[in-house]
């Protein structure tokens, strides 16, 4: 009696059309840097997890001032009383890690915003309800934040060989969009069961897994010969030099200005879905959820070289996308559309962050990333007093659906002026 073949010996392996092996090859994030350096791989994760725990922070400062007052427009302060020390020292702690050890800046910043998450859960539990005091403390923090950023980000070069870079930015971006989807929605259950001072004290307690991976990196002193102090005006007068960076980043301002109703999720939640602190995690936590979608399936984006011509319409995308959601009153299409306008804004970040690499020479890095990150944390903090003055004196859904349409109109401009940057070519790169 013949022996029969198995089943599984009949059946030949087919392989993998080409076609979707190479789609599939390039549309995920590389692991490689995460899997090859332990340096790398702490201070992705300390990043990651502390990310985490500032989102659940900054959710329950907005909800703790706006629950103290009823006002979007006392909400709103909030980001102006930040945006003046991430200013400052935004640019002044890029022009510090040009010139100082970037690992010792590194410990001092994230200690820093663990005392400060300390002082916010101290005041929670004692009940004070003193809402100048919780202005002053996101300012503390945000000068922390500027002073240690541009630091941590001239580190990441350092930890990778050159090859990896690409990859470790897409997952620094990754990990940047973890904490904003998963930080407000954690953060609006903990603060909608216990208060908002289980988010300071959960934010408090994830500093030490950067702390940590600070404490393990060597000696990060900045290569070369650096004689006396690196200004801050020469990084400026670089900017004001290079046109094509300038206007990717006044782009950025015109979304985050005109089109940031962070502010608004509050007073949203309450008005538009007749929720609570849940609903207002769901919607702090939509747009990263786009934004993490759009960094986790972000392979195509080496194959676009009209990269200046993507930024604008990445950031007319995220306009519209607020001004539509600004329209509707069904809780489920409202996040849809503000995870949109989030996957459109990664999709920016990655352009603009590629044409400021491609420009910036490594005795800038520093202190360009200090401008960067005024201009990405510090504009967000202008919007939210903009959408608050708006809506206190008209609606949030007309301060919503004003900021959207006003975000296309700059984007509008911006094209009309600076016709060379539509035209920008990452084969051809002029800065």
Known sequence: MPTSTPISSSVPDTPSPPWFRRVTRGAFADLSPLRENADYRRVWFGQAVSSIGQQM??????????DLT???FATGLVGLFSLFPLIAFGLYGGAIADTVDRRRLGLIGSAGLAAVSAVLAAQALAGLGLVALLYAAVAVQAGFFALSSPARSAMIPRLVPSHQLPAANALNTVSMNLGLTVGPMVGGVLIGAYGA???YLVDTVAFGATLYAMWRLPSMRPLGDRRGRASVLDGLRFLREQPNLRTSFLADLAAMIFGMPRALFPAIAVTFYGGDARTVGLLVSAP??????GALFSGWVSRVNRQGAAVLVSVAAWGLAIAAFG???SLWP????LAVAGCADTVSMIFRNTMMQVAAPDEMRGRLQGIFIVVVAGGPRLGDFESGAVASLTSPATSVISGGLACVAAILLLAARRPAFLRYDARHPTP
């Open 197 to 199: 001072q289980a988010a």
């Open 70 to 72: 009823g006002s979007s």
């Open 288 to 293: 990263a959820v786009g934004a993490l979608v």
């Open 334 to 337: 409202g996040l849809l559309l």
């Open 327 to 329: 329209l509707v009153r």
């Open 57 to 66: 922070t900054a959710v329950a400062v907005s909800v703790q001032v706006y």
